[in-house]
T-cell receptor
Framework: GQQVMQIPQYQHVQEGEDFTTYCNSS?????IQWYKQRPGGHPVFLIQ?????EVKKQKRLTFQFGEAKKNSSLHITATQTTDVGTYFC????????????FGTGTQLKVEL | NAGVTQTPKFQVLKTGQSMTLQCAQD?????MYWYRQDPGMGLRLIYY???????DKGEVPNGYNVSRLNKREFSLRLESAAPSQTSVYFC???????????FGDGTRLSIL
């Protein structure tokens, strides 16, 4: 079945260091979404990428969608304690209904 | 704006007990979803409802039933709770193309 994997599962960084999480799909995706979940919270939408090779930036966050539309990455420059949380990618599930399949997530911890 | 509201926020059940988790959204969205989140496994789709009056199975439907009571409300029922159903349950809704899913705060369910 359709699978979306993320690496790494955990990342522990010092404040100010950069962070990258990678997302890989077993199938080609029409689009990919990224969500952030703070500890004890719920997933919150960050961004959606649609085009092959697309790059979008939100302040210190840079999102890329691969040329083959099967992989994506999220890069955070100069992490801050406010970046702590789990980052999920998600792609549309086949079969309609606007369903998403979520990646396994990357948990980011930031130390002062 | 309340967005997506889930009740209860926490619940402890004994094995074999039944329970209904409630979800309501006030964004006039057609599609609603139930996910479970377990450590290291991301979010997995249990059931979804593409529109009022329709429901369909997701990736992990066994042991659950759902009801789309009206456009606003989508409930999840555990008929005979099992310890393997200990998890955090999230409800989400979705409006139209290009929009993200909006999540409720979750229900933390423990089954002893």
């Amino acid at each position: 079945g359709q699978q979306v994997m993320q690496i790494p599962q955990y990342q522990h960084v010092q404040e100010g260091e950069d962070f990258t999480t990678y997302c890989n799909s077993s199938t080609t995706l029409s689009n990919i979404q990224w969500y952030k979940q703070r500890p004890g919270g719920h997933p919150v939408f960050l961004i959606q990428l649609v085009k092959s090779g697309e790059v979008k930036k939100q302040k210190r966050l840079t999102f890329q969608f691969g040329e083959a539309k099967k992989n994506s990455s999220l890069h955070i420059t100069a992490t801050q304690t406010t970046d702590v949380g789990t980052y999920f990618c998600a792609g549309p599930l086949t079969g309609g209904g606007n369903k998403l399949t979520f990646g396994t997530g990357t948990q980011l911890k930031v130390e002062l | 704006n309340a967005g997506v509201t889930q009740t209860p926020k926490f619940q402890v059940l004994k094995t074999g007990q039944s329970m209904t988790l409630q979800c309501a959204q006030d964004m006039n969205h057609n599609s609603m979803y139930w996910y479970r989140q377990d450590p290291g496994m991301g979010l997995r789709l249990i059931y979804y409802s593409a529109s009022e009056g329709t429901t369909d199975k997701g990736e992990v439907p066994n042991g659950y039933n759902v009801s789309r009571l009206n456009k606003r409300e989508f409930s999840l029922r555990l008929e005979s709770a099992a310890p393997s159903q200990t998890s955090v349950y999230f409800c989400a809704s979705y409006g139209a193309g290009g929009q993200p899913q909006h999540f409720g705060d979750g229900t933390r369910l423990s089954i002893l």
